[in-house]
């Protein structure tokens, strides 16, 4: 069985206010290309299907159009399982259209499917946390773990006001679920898991919002399926080896989504699968149509030069120019004019200290998503897609009609 995993695909994301829609779009397009290319049955994608609870009606739109095109009318099955980014509700909306065209959405890790016809395929047996599935005359067992929040496994964890005690109980527990789990597997199946978690170790970049303060939800890569022949996992950006010994790997995201991701390839992972053999991967990198950026200068007359040499590239930049004074209202206009993808000017003062440079840098924030979280924290509910639009236009110094 061959099978396409990805994962984190945070769909209607912003970068300082400025919308991914249109790159997010051109990936899809390239994810069915490489599904229909490579003639996959399977599609796994591990979670953060959105950016936020509450993701935009274009968000959602991409979404349902990803899954037809990828599902191929049921020809395909795809399995999603939610991420921290997503609302379990939200997600599983769709879930009965969804069913009959081959695709299982799962939001919780109390989820579950039952026995029957998907798409065009079979679900022979099925139960909270697993299903076993018939494609194309092959059989698979799958062992789905959404993520595991502490308040989605309905456990009182944290107790202990000690990091390491509240982490090595989360990874117990974790453990135990994927222990009892694998009684599912047999000889005579491909064996895999899915799920949306942190493991020890992990490569981690600054767009990936933490999913616990301090760190306390972390899974040790022992608590992992042991008998799985490959975890499919998400929440981590960058395509890596979670552990080779449990076969457990990340995907990572499609796209650039901070300066922390500059330095390496997006891709997705193609899986040939047979009973009882270890599993043939391969990473298939991505176009990356629009990369990220940080363009240095000395002076603003350096910087004006750079954004006219750079004005017809596609690309994000954070501009950082050393002077020795304030940059002018008029400079900063006159450098958006000409390069209005310039996501940030950062000056860079003669005689600042490192720390007063930190400070007035950049940290690597989309202050979308800072907003998102003071206003969830203030008024203890998401921004709407309106209030977010308002605020993305103040914040691109554009009047709001």
Not at 35 to 59: K, Q, R
Not at 67 to 75: F, I, V
Not at 258 to 267: L, P
Not at 295 to 305: F, M, Q, R, S, T
Request: charged letters at 30%; glycine letters at 6%; proline letters at 4%.
């Amino acid at each position: 069985m061959r099978l396409l995993h990805t994962a984190d695909w945070h769909l209607g994301k912003h970068l300082e206010g400025q919308s991914r829609l249109k790159e997010q779009e051109d990936f899809i397009d390239e994810l069915v290309e490489i599904a229909d290319e490579h003639n996959v049955e399977l599609i796994l994608v591990s979670g953060d299907i959105y950016d936020t609870f509450n993701p935009p009606a274009e968000a959602e739109k991409l979404f349902f159009r990803a899954m037809k095109d990828l599902s191929r009318d049921g020809e395909r099955v795809i399995i999603i399982v939610s991420g921290n980014h997503d609302s379990p509700d939200r997600l599983m909306a769709s879930y009965p259209l969804a069913y009959n065209q081959g695709i299982i959405i799962l939001g919780t890790p109390q989820s579950s499917v039952v026995p029957g016809r998907i798409g065009k395929h079979e679900i022979v047996d099925g139960g909270r946390g697993f299903l076993e599935l018939e494609i194309n005359s092959e059989r698979v067992v799958i062992l789905t773990l959404p993520f595991p929040s502490e308040k989605r496994l309905n456990q009182v964890l944290s107790e202990s006001s000690e990091e390491r005690e509240l982490q090595q109980k989360y990874s117990v527990k974790v453990g135990e679920i994927f222990s009892e789990l694998e009684s599912k597997f047999r000889d005579d199946t491909i064996n895999i898991a899915i799920s949306h978690l942190f493991v020890a170790g992990g490569d981690t970049c600054k767009s990936e919002r933490p999913i616990h303060v301090g760190g306390g939800l972390t899974v040790h890569s022992e608590h992992l399926p042991e008998r799985s022949q490959y975890t499919a996992l998400g929440h981590l950006h960058r395509c890596q080896t979670a552990s080779k010994v449990r076969n457990a790997y990340y995907a990572g995201s499609p796209l650039q989504y901070s300066v922390s991701e500059i330095g390496y390839s997006k891709c997705v992972l193609l899986v040939d699968l047979e009973p009882g053999n270890e599993p043939v991967i391969e990473e298939i990198k991505l176009r990356n149509r629009k990369p990220i950026e940080v363009w240095e200068v000395d002076g603003i007359e350096n910087a004006l030069k750079k954004c006219k040499e750079n004005s017809g590239r596609s690309v994000w930049a954070y501009l950082r120019i050393k002077t020795d004074r304030t940059l002018l209202q008029t400079e900063i206009k006159e450098i958006k004019k000409i390069k209005p993808d310039i996501l940030s000017i950062i000056p860079v003062i003669s005689g600042e200290t490192e720390e007063d440079e930190e400070v007035a840098g950049f940290e690597e924030k989309d202050i979308i998503e800072l907003f998102q979280e003071f206003y969830k924290k203030t008024k203890e509910v998401e921004p709407d897609e309106e209030v977010l639009r308002m605020f993305a236009l103040i914040v691109n110094g554009k009047d709001v009609q």
